[in-house]
């Protein structure tokens, strides 16, 4: 009789740790339920990202409208939840950030009552970022930050950020960085001097021709050797710093420091009419100007696709018209849309 009490007080136990365990076991499966639905409304939501590239709170003149219709939907989307495939886009925390500077001309400049940046690369960026369903921001700095004489800067090999607007694609920055597809048509390069010709310069013969050109651009004497087959000396190539309307360059040909300059056709020339034409030769670059990252970015992922969407769209259509519209950007020094934009 006492074996069978104590075996009956032994099963009332254990029925009661079961049941203990199994309530816990639903409690546990009941918190991650709830755990769960609240990460994924949390993930979903619908509220818009504001893109503020250039210092608005709808991300510029066109980055908040989202009324925009991208490819052939014939239809209005809303660009920053719509994937290229037609599936839904998370909201992204992450902020991506792209130099600017100020060129002072149609692509790129700072509004003088905003003091923000505003020009084509600013509506460009607006734009895929939009598509591609990203938070941008831009981060003004000077444009040697990005690249200079030949090498890669801080502002990429430090991660101040995560690309470069504007930079061609040159045979030296593609050794050590990586590039979009191209933003804008390439640029011509042009062999320039003083009115006149004083000194007789022939593009068909360099030979003793001091040349000079501006210091860590692309139009340097490798471009010079591409585009004419003469390969230049050292001493005949004179490096000289950017400023505002070309100043140094004509200077030192005023000056009889050299017979000619070497330029980006897309640059702003003198207006004086001190400069005389040589030639403008074919372009010496891989691709217009672009985007420029590190090798290791992710960036060239989600921007080239976007970028193509943009290209194919009435949105793209209306910020190529405004290079050439003075009530938006065309007022400012630099080449036309139809020079510019890369499906005209």
Known sequence: MGQGKYAKEDEGSSVFVLLCILVLIVGIVAAAGMVMAVLNYNRGGDAPININVDGSDSGGSRGGNADHSYGDSGGSVTPWRQGQSGDYLHYDETIWTFQNGDNDNRVIYI??????HRGHFIDVINEVCQIAGKNCEIVHSNWRDCWFDGFPQQALLGRWVDGCMGFSISADRVRSLKFSTST????????????????GVNADNLNGIKIGILAGWWADAYCIFRVTGYDIRDNQVFAYNQDDNLNTLVAGLDGGEVDAIFISGGLPRATDGSLELVREFEPCLLGGDSMMMRKDSLLKNWWDPAFNKLVNSRAYREICNDIDDPAAHGSKPGNSAADTCVNL
């Open 184 to 199: 804008v048509k390439a640029t011509r390069p042009v062999l320039l001097t003083r009115r006149g010709n004083p000194s």
């Open 111 to 116: 509004d003088r009552k905003t003091r923000q």
